[in-house]
C-alpha cells in the first residue's frame, strides 16, 4: 500500500465518521420529538435543535462518497451488480437490527418517561420490509 492510498483512506474515514455524527444527529432531533412534554431551555434547545442539520450534512457526505467510490465504475452490469449487493449487504442488516433495537427503546421509554410511540409490532414488520407507514 503506498502512502498516497493510506493518506486516501484516512481522509475517506475523516469523512465517513462526520457522516456517522451527522446520523447521531438525526437521531438525537428524533428523540426529542417522541418526548411529550420537552423542556423550553436554552441547553436542551442546543443539544437538540441542530438536529435537523444533520439531515442536510449526511445526504451531502453520501452523494460525495458515492461518486468518490464509484469513480473506476466501468458501467457494466457485473460492475453495478457487485455493487448493489456490497450495499444491500452492508446496509439492510444494520437496518433491521437497529429498527428492532429503536422499537423496543422506544416501548421501554414510553413506559418510563411517558414518551408517544404510536407504533407497533405490524407497523415494525411493515418498516423492516420497507413497505410507508403512512400512505394517505
Same mark, same amino acid.
Given at each position: 500500500?503506498?502512502?498516497?492510498t @493510506?493518506l486516501?483512506?484516512?481522509?475517506? *474515514?475523516?469523512?465517513?465518521? +462526520?457522516?456517522?455524527?451527522?446520523a447521531? $444527529? &438525526?437521531?438525537?432531533?428524533?428523540?426529542?420529538?417522541?418526548q411529550?412534554?420537552p423542556?423550553?431551555?436554552?441547553?436542551?434547545?442546543?443539544?437538540?435543535?441542530?438536529?435537523?442539520a444533520?439531515?442536510d450534512?449526511?445526504?451531502?457526505?453520501?452523494?460525495f @462518497?458515492?461518486?468518490?467510490?464509484?469513480r *473506476?465504475?466501468?458501467g457494466? +452490469?457485473?460492475?453495478f451488480?457487485s455493487? $448493489? &449487493?456490497?450495499?444491500?449487504?452492508?446496509?439492510?442488516?444494520?437496518?433491521m437490527v437497529l429498527?428492532?433495537?429503536?422499537?423496543?427503546a422506544?416501548?421501554?421509554?414510553s413506559?418510563?418517561?411517558?414518551?408517544?410511540?404510536?407504533?407497533g409490532l405490524?407497523?415494525?414488520?411493515?418498516s423492516l420490509?420497507?413497505?410507508?407507514?403512512?400512505?394517505?
Amino acid at each position: 500500500m503506498t502512502g498516497a492510498t @493510506i493518506l486516501e483512506n484516512k481522509r475517506l *474515514d475523516f469523512l465517513q465518521a +462526520f457522516r456517522g455524527i451527522s446520523a447521531l $444527529m &438525526v437521531t438525537v432531533l428524533h428523540i426529542r420529538i417522541h418526548q411529550n412534554n420537552p423542556p423550553s431551555n436554552s441547553l436542551y434547545d442546543w443539544l437538540f435543535a441542530p438536529g435537523a442539520a444533520g439531515v442536510d450534512l449526511f445526504f451531502i457526505i453520501s452523494g460525495f @462518497i458515492m461518486v468518490y467510490t464509484t469513480r *473506476d465504475n466501468d458501467g457494466s +452490469f457485473q460492475y453495478f451488480y457487485s455493487y $448493489m &449487493v456490497k450495499r444491500i449487504s452492508r446496509i439492510v442488516p444494520v437496518y433491521m437490527v437497529l429498527t428492532l433495537i429503536y422499537w423496543m427503546a422506544m416501548l421501554i421509554a414510553s413506559d418510563v418517561v411517558g414518551s408517544e410511540f404510536g407504533y407497533g409490532l405490524k407497523d415494525v414488520i411493515k418498516s423492516l420490509l420497507f413497505y410507508p407507514l403512512n400512505v394517505v
